[in-house]
T-cell receptor, first 114, second 111 residues
Framework: ETGVTQTPRHLVMGMTNKKSLKCEQH?????MYWYKQSAKKPLELMFV???????ENNSVPSRFSPECPNSSHLFLHLHTLQPEDSALYLC?????????????FGSGTRLTVV | DAKTTQPTSMDCAEGRAANLPCNHS???????VYWYRQIHSQGPQYIIH???NNETNEMASLIITEDRKSSTLILPHATLRDTAVYYC????????????FGSGTQLTVLP
């Protein structure tokens, strides 16, 4: 357990479904991130939240919708996904200033879109 | 953030030291060198970071050349559990900017 908890660990969803991924951290960090890792590809940053404000959106399709209700929780709402969206979705947190210990990642949600 | 170059893959015998190189010739003065690793299908794990002095912790040692254009991560006694993809990243410490991952080095520890 790293201090960043992601649920569910595995998710299978149809293209017409709506689902949400959840991330929770109790490390006192004030920045949270969503990354996507497709098979045999480097991690791709999707969204950055700092002090509960979205500060970065790396041209992610609108079928992915993040939500950060407070500094400890981050959600990724999914709707009308495509099979190519199947991937490992990773959440991370950090102190946005003076991040001496770097980022702490969760174990990820393995998403399969059928 | 400066770009890094790492070998695609390396093998190491169990119990021996694993030395993973990284080139970062365009590193700027306020950029730190960070190392992370990712064991298959898990989230990346922070290992160590440094600016210009060599660093050591319970997981590894980081050797940075005097000109800071390259570094080496050393796992002193590699075990099978150290098999993972190792990422070398340079960034300004405390930056709110994202951590950008390259392709890393696949280290395979052989029995």
């Amino acid at each position: 357990e790293t201090g960043v908890t992601q649920t569910p660990r595995h998710l299978v969803m149809g293209m017409t479904n709506k689902k949400s991924l959840k991330c929770e951290q109790h490390l006192g960090h004030n920045a949270m991130y969503w990354y996507k890792q497709s098979a045999k590809k480097p991690l791709e940053l999707m969204f950055v939240y700092s002090l509960e404000e979205r500060v970065e959106n790396n041209s992610v399709p609108s079928r992915f919708s993040p939500e950060c209700p407070n500094s400890s929780h981050l959600f990724l709402h999914l709707h009308t996904l495509q099979p190519e969206d199947s991937a490992l979705y990773l959440c991370a947190s950090s102190q946005s200033r003076g991040a001496r210990s770097g980022y702490t990642f969760g174990s990820g949600t393995r998403l399969t879109v059928v | 953030d400066a770009k890094t170059t790492q070998p695609t893959s390396m093998d190491c015998a169990e119990g021996r030291a694993a030395n993973l190189p990284c080139n970062h010739s365009t590193i700027s003065g306020n950029e730190y060198v960070y190392w992370y690793r990712q064991i298959h299908s898990q989230g990346p794990q922070y290992i160590i970071h440094g600016l210009k002095n060599n660093e050591t912790n319970e997981m590894a040692s980081l050797i940075i050349t005097e000109d800071r254009k390259s570094s080496t991560l050393i796992l002193p006694h590699a075990t099978l559990r150290d098999t993972a993809v190792y990422y070398c990243i340079v960034r300004v410490e405390g930056s709110a900017r994202q951590l950008t991952f390259g392709s890393g080095t696949q280290l395979t520890v052989l029995p």
